[in-house]
């Protein structure tokens, strides 16, 4: 049998921020709706709503002194650590965040240098050769990076690549919309390689697509919800009920695609790492991709979940769910060799995209 060139993730790392806050921390706040207004409703019962539809308990925040690009660096010295290689052979640097880095306390967002250039200075890579920048692909950015990994190896640009997604969101929301619940931060990143291997394995197929016709704005950045807001400071914002529609409408279809580019049989997918988004969302999701395949019994197991403890840390949340499962830091979730699996994610763009792989 013939050796082929593969893209493999020979490593991975993630960071997983040490300050916890539970749901119970937003009990003192004060909500306001879009156009101003109180809600008719507590706090007490948004808070008990919210829990219920995204099945988030808590999440994590980056400590005061750590940005974007340094938790990045501590996910990437363990990715660059588990691959056992010299990070100057690292042929490309990409990372993938929404908002840069943002000094806590203010709204400020700094990409000068980017965040990749930071990162390599900080890992000490002195290697002119070894390419960094930064891509802004909404919460499919880390995917998208591994994707651009795949296709630097096989033009035979890159033999090696670092794909970093970190963010920290917690610093952009807007206290006074109830959205702001679901904002979380962390840092995930792997090393993808070009194998020459007889074995069938890696990235076996992907897809991608992108929707900015009427659905460009479905996450954007606004003002405050709080009547008296400064009108000059913009946070994250939302369509929650667009977003859930279209990314129900569109994920599986495009999981569906990648799947069948790839020959394999639904039946042989061991995990799907879905954009920890919304558990509400992420359920729907997995129903409607298999029942594309006639299948209405799902076991949910397929889909193994962080959102609870981790909450949505946009771009991290996929490397960070793989690393954990990959590392069997997750209960009840492990990978072997030969399993495929599914990373797929959906966000700001809007943009879908998905690659089946072999582990």
């Known amino acids: 049998m013939n050796k082929k060139l593969r893209t493999v993730i020979t490593g991975t790392g993630s960071y997983i921020p040490d300050v916890v806050v539970n749901n119970d921390y937003f009990s003192g706040h004060f909500f306001y709706q ?22 988030i308990e808590e999440r994590r925040y980056a400590s005061p002194d750590l940005m974007a690009s340094t938790i990045g660096v501590k996910a990437a010295q363990l990715a660059i650590e588990d691959a056992g290689i010299d990070p100057e052979t690292i042929d490309q640097i990409i990372v993938a965040h929404n908002y840069g880095d ?51 190896i096989n033009a ?34 792997a090393i993808v390689e070009g194998i020459e291997t007889e074995e069938d394995t890696g990235i076996l197929s992907f897809n991608v697509r992108t929707d900015s016709a009427d659905e460009a704005f479905y996450l954007y950045s606004g003002c ?68 594309l395949y006639k299948i209405r019994e799902v076991d949910h197991d397929v889909m193994p979940m962080s959102i609870d403890k981790l909450g949505n840390s946009s771009v991290a ?5 793989f690393d954990l499962v990959r590392k069997r830091k997750l209960a009840k979730h492990e990978l072997n060799k030969g399993d495929v699996i599914i990373l797929a994610s959906v966000g700001a763009g809007m943009h879908i995209n998905a690659i089946v792989y072999r582990v």
């Open 224 to 291: 405050s919800y709080h009547p008296d807001a400064n009108k000059k400071e913009i946070y994250i914002k939302m369509l929650g009920r667009k977003i859930y529609e279209y990314a129900i409408g569109n994920v599986p279809q495009a999981m569906q695609g990648a799947l069948d580019k790839s020959g394999i049989d639904i039946s042989v997918v061991k995990k799907v790492f879905l954009h920890q988004a919304n558990e509400k969302m992420d359920f729907a999701i997995i129903n409607r991709f298999f029942r």
């Open 34 to 55: 879009p156009d101003g207004q109180n809600y008719p409703t507590s706090t007490e019962e948004i808070v008990e709503k919210f829990k219920e539809i995204t099945g």
């Open 156 to 189: 035979g640009i890159a033999k090696r690549c670092l794909v970093i997604g970190t963010e920290t969101l917690s610093r952009v929301v807007d206290k006074y919309d109830r959205d702001s619940m679901i904002f979380a931060d962390g840092a995930g990143a």
């Open 317 to 321: 949340t996929v490397p960070t769910l």
């Open 102 to 152: 943002v000094i806590y306390g203010t709204l400020q967002t700094d990409i000068l240098p980017s965040l990749a250039a930071r990162i390599k200075h900080h890992l000490g890579i002195k290697n002119p050769a070894c390419i960094a920048y930064d891509i802004l692909f909404g919460c499919p950015g880390w995917i998208q990076g591994v994707i651009q990994s795949h296709a630097y």
